[in-house]
């Protein structure tokens, strides 16, 4: 395994601090001034963008290689998380964003509470925090699966899957 040397680590060193100094440069010049302009991005980010966010915070290696890993194992039904999500987050955008927009609101738990009162939204709340859980969960195990594989030095050892349980839908 080839070293740094002193100018390699000099340069290194020197682009790390290059990049602390413009994104503070950027945080101070482009920060928002206002609540409002922090939670909805001063209404400049376009439609994809906004998509593109969403849909980043559910999918992650649980979802793309752990799929793959077991549709080749179990069929291609283990691919329902991820297709589900796709299909909730356009029937949220086509339906629910202008009511949710239209509510003054900044979160979703926000126009729950204005529409049905507090104790809806904790309990909508609880079940989000529980389902981002799992999510969450299911990134763990299939990191700790891959590092398993790598301390093992054994690149074919069985490792878990990096996903949840799965149902078993191929009838």
């Given at each position: 395994?080839a070293?740094?040397?002193?100018?390699g680590?000099?340069?290194i060193?020197a682009?790390?601090v290059?990049?602390i100094?413009?994104?503070?440069?950027?945080?101070v010049?482009?920060?928002?001034?206002?609540?409002?302009?922090?939670?909805?991005?001063?209404?400049s980010l376009p439609?994809?963008?906004i998509?593109?966010?969403l849909?980043?915070?559910f999918?992650?290696a649980?979802?793309t290689?752990?799929t793959?890993?077991?549709?080749f194992?179990?069929?291609v039904s283990v691919?329902?998380?991820?297709l589900?999500?796709?299909?909730g987050?356009?029937?949220?955008?086509?339906?629910?964003?202008?009511?949710?927009y239209g509510?003054g609101?900044?979160t979703?738990?926000a126009?729950?509470?204005?529409?049905?009162?507090?104790?809806t939204?904790l309990?909508?709340?609880?079940i989000?925090s529980y389902?981002?859980?799992?999510v969450n969960v299911g990134?763990?195990?299939?990191?700790a699966a891959?590092?398993?594989?790598?301390k093992s030095g054994?690149s074919?050892?069985?490792?878990?899957a990096p996903?949840?349980v799965?149902?078993d839908?191929?009838?």
């Amino acid at each position: 395994m080839a070293e740094f040397d002193a100018f390699g680590t000099a340069v290194i060193i020197a682009m790390v601090v290059a990049y602390i100094l413009l994104t503070s440069w950027l945080t101070v010049r482009l920060r928002s001034r206002t609540v409002d302009q922090f939670m909805t991005a001063s209404h400049s980010l376009p439609a994809a963008v906004i998509g593109v966010l969403l849909m980043s915070r559910f999918i992650g290696a649980k979802s793309t290689v752990g799929t793959a890993q077991e549709a080749f194992g179990s069929g291609v039904s283990v691919s329902w998380s991820v297709l589900g999500a796709s299909i909730g987050f356009l029937l949220f955008g086509l339906f629910f964003v202008k009511r949710l927009y239209g509510s003054g609101e900044y979160t979703i738990s926000a126009a729950i509470a204005q529409k049905f009162g507090r104790s809806t939204m904790l309990t909508v709340s609880l079940i989000m925090s529980y389902a981002l859980l799992l999510v969450n969960v299911g990134n763990y195990i299939g990191g700790a699966a891959a590092i398993a594989k790598t301390k093992s030095g054994n690149s074919s050892a069985e490792a878990p899957a990096p996903s949840l349980v799965l149902p078993d839908i191929r009838g």
